[in-house]
């Protein structure tokens, strides 16, 4: 049986992707823990979900018959393995955090067959990303009181020296509170309690060592959709990587789609590092978002982590303002300019490094200086038959401007040798050539590069 992670809707094995969300489905067996007691506490009652590394299945206590959800391991590798050292650290997280809108972890332990689970409340609720679903996107009305308290959430793991490092829609579930007979009920969103969940990737900041132990070339952990620049390079994250995660999904609530999208993993994370996110207001016609805001959430998206807010806090308190028309303007850097992809990615391998780096080189998709700030005497354009259509300009191939830096060094060499005979003629080589009058200039122009010296019988004669 295959499970959608968005709906949570169960499927056949055959399928590979959701019918009703098109996402791909995570395989989880035939249930075998359905009905079985973990730790001699905990029934298991149906699988309701499957986290960055474990099925999440919603159990009952026995002692109390309290609703609790355990998350269980898939599959472990050994005591050793990566795997295995993760969820210990998961555990060992969400066991340090304690706030309102962070999900409580409860039990910790290991099954008979060394299959490790921890045991957390159990939220009834909806996702964020099942709202957005269902809405496209929402008023900041609605953005405000979602954005304060996961930006409060967060803030209180940061203080920790918790990284989560996979904020998204799908890990902010949106709980209904217990209403008391006689109180009223908010409208909209704003009696909503929010709650932080899956701290599965999540990093302890202080223990630098075992960060770096964990770290895989080739792997990265994290929804490429809100993974900040550094994290898809693959490079070790701080708080900072939380901010950028919080600037799509803030992006995402109030435009209705994220900055960026791509048909591939690959071209998803060389966006995230490269390309700058568009306005808002461009998205869609009918958006109307303040300038104030739009630089909060743009300075939230910077590539560099030290130009970003430096704490949720300080995000939501910029955001707060912007929404309230009290905001200040944000200082946003200047676009950066675009790096190599070869140079992003550390884990692509050289074969696909190589690929890379041969599209980039023969791309038509250059860019170009405007033809009115082009000197005269510096630009020349080709004439129609002058290269083949489709086809990239000979001289700007790299072999080519090699060969002609050597040939311009020999012959100067062999000027102040004296070895080169005095029927060649030599101009200045550091000087700039002087513009040539119309009967000067020459008739056949068979290329954008200087014609080479001949030497002809009527050289020779003088």
Request: overall charge neutral; hydrophobic content about 35%.
């Amino acid at each position: 049986m295959k499970l959608c992670t968005v709906c949570n809707g169960h499927f056949e094995d055959k399928l590979d992707a959701c019918p009703n969300e098109s996402y791909p489905l995570i395989y989880i067996g035939k249930h075998p823990l359905i009905g079985i007691i973990i730790g001699g506490r905990y029934k298991v009652i149906k699988a309701v979900g499957a986290g960055s590394m474990g099925v999440v299945y919603k159990a009952i206590q026995i002692s109390s018959g309290r609703e609790m959800a355990v998350k269980v391991l898939t599959s472990a590798e050994g005591p050793d393995s990566a795997h295995l050292r993760r969820f210990r650290r998961e555990a060992r997280a969400v066991s340090s955090l304690s706030h309102e809108n962070i999900v409580r972890l409860y039990d910790f332990g290991f099954m008979e067959d060394g299959q490790p689970y921890i045991v957390t409340e159990f939220v009834k609720g909806r996702t964020l990303a099942q709202i957005l679903r269902e809405r496209g996107r929402l008023p900041l009305s609605d953005v405000l009181p979602i954005a304060r308290q996961v930006c409060h959430a967060v803030d209180e793991a940061h203080r920790v020296g918790v990284v989560h490092r996979d904020l998204k829609p799908e890990n902010i579930i949106l709980q209904e509170p217990d209403q008391r007979p006689g109180s009223p009920a908010k409208p909209g969103l704003a009696n909503k309690l929010v709650k932080v969940v899956d701290f599965g990737v999540a990093k302890i900041a202080s223990d630098a060592t075992s960060s770096a132990s964990l770290t895989m070339e080739g792997k990265v952990c994290g929804s490429p959709g809100y993974m900040s620049p550094e994290q898809c390079k693959g490079f070790n994250v701080d708080v900072t990587s939380d901010i950028y995660s919080l600037g799509i999904i803030l992006f995402e609530v109030i435009s209705g789609s994220r900055p960026f999208s791509a048909d591939s993993v690959m071209g998803l994370l060389f966006m995230h590092v490269n390309e700058q996110p568009p306005m808002m207001n461009a998205l869609c016609l009918d958006l109307n978002v303040p300038s104030e805001v739009e630089q909060v959430v743009r300075k939230a998206l910077q590539k560099e982590p030290y130009e970003r807010q430096q704490s949720a806090l300080e995000l939501w308190k910029e955001f707060e303002g912007a929404c309230q028309g009290r905001g200040q303007k944000v200082p946003v850097a200047p676009v950066a300019k675009t790096t190599n992809s070869s140079d992003w990615i550390p884990f692509i391998g050289k074969e696909n490094r190589m690929i890379i780096e041969h599209a980039q080189r023969y791309s038509h998709e250059r860019p170009v200086k405007a033809l009115d700030s082009l000197d005269p005497e510096e630009f020349y354009l080709p004439e129609e038959d002058e290269a083949d259509e489709g086809k990239p300009a000979w001289w700007f191939s790299q072999p080519v401007k090699v060969c002609v830096l050597i040939g311009t060094i020999l012959l100067i060499a062999l000027t102040v040798t004296g070895m080169l005979p005095n029927i060649v003629k030599i101009h200045d080589v550091g000087s700039k050539p002087t513009r040539q009058s119309d009967s000067q200039k020459p008739t056949n122009r068979s290329s954008g590069v200087s014609r080479p010296l001949e030497k002809t019988a009527k050289d020779s004669n003088h």
